[in-house]
């Protein structure tokens, strides 16, 4: 099983997150920013991995520190769980609709942090929920990941739908990239040798 668990505890947040790539789609959530915990669940279930998050953190500033420490220490989960990558895809992509909303995010797992980040939303709270985070969410999973990431709402004029939409489709895209490959067993998939 390709699993992990890390914690990360500085002055403004402390986060576990336990991951086992070869889950279900299980999640136990509890960050104490409610929209991120239903982003996270998304996750989970479409990525069919098995996820428990619980941080504490300054919430009585803002959400920032939570939900990029969130995002940091899940992007160490997954580099620590998918290992050296030898025998999976590497590279990962899907579209999730949700009403008038539709996403498309594309993953490849490099060894080389990229954000490429378009999502423009239609109002900046969804609730209490900054929008800006999301960036922040997905910045520090990919600095920490070591992946490269593609993220374009394509369409949306519900905020809840086109972050919804992102998260589906990150799940997705993970769940493709990290898959084993039979075909690729025990090989790097790169022509340089390593990731």
């Given amino acids: 099983m390709r699993t992990a668990k890390v914690t990360r505890k500085t002055a403004e947040t402390e986060v576990a997150v336990t991951l086992n790539l070869d889950g279900s789609g299980k999640a136990k959530l509890a960050t104490g920013v409610p929209f991120l915990d239903h982003m996270l669940d998304q996750v989970a279930r479409h990525g069919m991995v098995d996820l428990e998050v619980a941080a504490k953190g300054d919430l009585h500033i803002d959400a920032h520190h939570t939900v990029e420490d969130t995002g940091i220490t899940l992007g160490q989960a997954v580099a620590k769980a998918v290992g050296d990558r030898k025998?999976?895809?590497?590279?990962?992509?899907?579209?999730?609709?949700?009403?008038?909303?539709?996403?498309?995010?594309?993953?490849?797992?490099?060894?080389?942090?990229?954000?490429?980040?378009?999502?423009?939303?239609?109002?900046?709270?969804?609730?209490?929920?900054?929008?800006?985070?999301?960036?922040?969410?997905?910045?520090?999973?990919?600095?920490?990941?070591?992946?490269?990431?593609?993220?374009?709402?394509?369409r949306g004029a519900n905020a809840h739908h086109q972050a919804e939409t992102v998260f589906k489709a990150f799940g997705r895209a993970l769940r493709m990239a990290i898959e084993p490959d039979p075909r690729a067993a025990g090989t790097v998939p790169s022509t340089k040798g390593t990731l």
């Fill in 87 to 154: 025998g999976i895809r590497r590279f990962g992509h899907a579209y999730v609709p949700l009403d008038e909303a539709l996403s498309r995010v594309v993953v490849d797992f490099s060894g080389r942090p990229g954000l490429e980040f378009h999502l423009p939303f239609a109002r900046g709270l969804i609730g209490e929920f900054d929008v800006d985070l999301v960036h922040e969410f997905f910045q520090g999973f990919v600095n920490h990941a070591q992946v490269t990431l593609h993220v374009d709402n394509l």
